[in-house]
């Protein structure tokens, strides 16, 4: 791997730990560092960090606060 691949992923916490828990990475990026991307998006998709994960959290937590007003009524 490249030096600017390796500090890259270790300055991620989560890009770190989803490459700990699929090897398979490590031989990806060292034949080619451009697939630092997809594994980006893969660690992303794992953890729920996209946008629209943090989008659907916080319509399921006004979701469950309107239920709970409506239960207090």
Known sequence: MDLYTINYVKSNPHIYNYLRENSTWYKLLNRDPSTLKVLEERAKEKYKLRLSDRLEKISNNIS???SFM????
Not at 70 to 73: A, E, F, N, P, Y
Request: without cysteine; hydrophobic residues 55%; aromatic residues 0%.
């Open 70 to 73: 409506d239960v207090l009524k």
């Open 64 to 66: 469950l606060i309107s």
